[in-house]
């Protein structure tokens, strides 16, 4: 265990102090960081608590910011006077096992031996500051109301995701009473229009997780079990905005309180203080500069879930018959960490300079840029939110998780967006040539860009100084002062 930083503030010992815990995966890391700079600069104090594997490869991808004993919040706290201190622990795996390759073995380490490793961090942070009121703990934590409990701690579960998402699993109970999920129910095609807070969905709509058959898989041992360690937390911060998913949020509200504290975003959106990202950033804003307004389609599918080669292939395809210029992120391990590179052979000869592609970039560099006039997209929720802020229209391919539910609420509800194919065929290239043409030049692009002009209005609302996320932030806080007195 590593204590990278312990802030010299005496007054730091005054003031309200919070653990906050990250999940030790690139789009919970991204808003926890963001969480506790806004914390902080209502006043808290924070010490964050990241593993060693994911602090090692944000040091390699950023060797210039980390250098020198420096730790991720030194820049914070230097420029802003943010009273943050930083602390990595083990995951329980060494830092040299491919995680990506043996991802049942490394949610099984999450379950089983980070809480164990954590639990003697928080002895340790307990003995020096004994202000602390709260720990904060993504909600896919199955220990968090335990560890809170045996520190006599509040327990503050953090929601990265979107609301929607959030109440489908409070009421997990209700899709197994009728049908919807469990043995035998991929057939069914029916709406599901049970669930409190949520109109009609299909079950092609659920989260990946929850259309699968077998919920006895390890995931499922830990994102069902977490999900009801939700539900025992004294308070849920959601990284969501009220006026978007107000129903379910209020059916959420139901099971335990509930403060929409979205979007949360660095300052002035731009490359914030904090390193974040877990591989090097490619500088594409040069090329960007030599584009037309509006003409770049820029594709990625996140940090996490993989393409087969197949889909890969015929979206490639796809890409290159378009005609459109593009740029594409290729994470190494896109398709498997042991093919990394998986594009059609030929591809980047064939699309010449209206192609780039990288491994890595800053997202919101790239979805400000006025070049940029569509995002092909897993549907993160990281990435929905920062294309709304951006009025950047997406072109929908869920991969895995709580995305084919934000897609939902892209395509359906909210209108800012489309399917780049139907669930029930493989993604083929002919479709993925008009999905793309529509996006960037056709008449679909101008609907879509009426409807995410009007849905960033409702976050740019939210987060004025009397807007609602702003004062779900000053009321969390107000309980959790008057909860630790």
Request: with cysteine; charged share 20%.
């Amino acid at each position: 265990m590593e204590n990278s930083n312990s802030n010299s503030n005496s007054n730091s010992t005054k003031k309200p102090h919070a653990i906050l815990v990250a999940h030790p995966l690139q789009g919970h890391l991204i808003p926890t960081v963001h969480l506790a700079m806004k914390l902080a600069s209502k006043g808290l104090s924070i010490t964050f608590i990241n593993t060693e594997n994911i602090h090692h490869q944000i040091t390699l991808s950023n060797p210039t910011t980390l250098s020198d004993g420096h730790d991720l919040f030194t820049e914070a706290r230097t420029t802003s006077g943010l009273d943050i201190d930083y602390m990595t622990v083990s995951d329980g795996l060494p830092l040299e096992f491919d995680r990506s390759l043996n991802h049942d073995q490394w949610v099984g380490a999450t379950i089983h031996c980070f809480p164990a490793h954590l639990e003697v961090a928080v002895a340790k942070i307990m003995s020096s500051r004994p202000a602390t009121c709260c720990l904060i703990v993504d909600s896919y934590s199955v220990w968090g109301s335990k560890l809170a409990k045996k520190f006599d701690l509040l327990h503050v579960s953090f929601w990265t995701e979107s609301a929607m998402v959030l109440d489908l699993y409070f009421h997990l109970h209700l899709l197994k009473i009728n049908g919807h999920v469990g043995p035998g129910t991929s057939s069914r095609n029916d709406p599901i229009d049970y669930i409190p807070g949520i109109r009609s969905i299909n079950r092609s709509d659920l989260t990946s997780y929850l259309q699968e058959e077998d919920l006895t898989t390890i995931p499922h041992q830990c994102i069902l079990p977490s999900l009801e360690d939700t539900k025992r937390a004294d308070y849920i911060l959601g990284n969501t905005v009220q006026d978007l998913e107000a129903h379910c949020i209020k059916a959420i509200e139901a099971h335990t309180p509930f403060f929409a504290i979205g979007p949360l975003f660095a300052p002035g959106f731009t490359k914030g203080p904090v390193a974040t990202n877990l591989w090097a950033e490619s500088d594409c804003i040069q090329w960007l500069d030599s584009k037309p307004n509006g003409s770049v389609l820029y594709v990625s599918f996140g940090s996490y879930a993989h393409l087969t080669r197949e889909e890969l292939e015929e979206i490639a395809h796809g890409i290159r018959l378009s005609g459109v210029n593009f740029l594409w992120v290729i994470r190494p391990d896109m398709v498997s960490s042991d093919d990394t590179d998986p594009l059609p052979i030929g591809f980047k000869d064939m699309v010449c300079d209206r192609g780039m592609i990288v491994t890595w970039t800053c997202q919101i560099a790239v979805l400000s840029h006025r070049a940029i006039g569509g995002f092909l997209t897993h549907c993160g929720w990281n990435s929905t939110l920062e294309s709304i802020w951006c009025e950047v229209p997406l072109l929908c391919f869920p991969l895995l998780t709580d995305q084919f539910t934000n897609r939902k609420l892209i395509v359906d509800e909210w209108k800012i967006g489309c399917n780049l194919c139907d669930d029930e065929n493989p993604v083929k290239r002919e479709e993925v040539v008009r999905k793309i043409k529509g996006l960037i030049s056709g008449s679909k692009r101008y609907e879509l860009n009426v409807k995410i002009k009007e849905t960033k209005r409702v976050l740019q609302n939210a987060i004025t100084t009397n807007g609602s996320s702003e004062k779900g932030v000053e009321k969390f806080i107000e309980k959790l002062i008057s909860g630790a007195n």
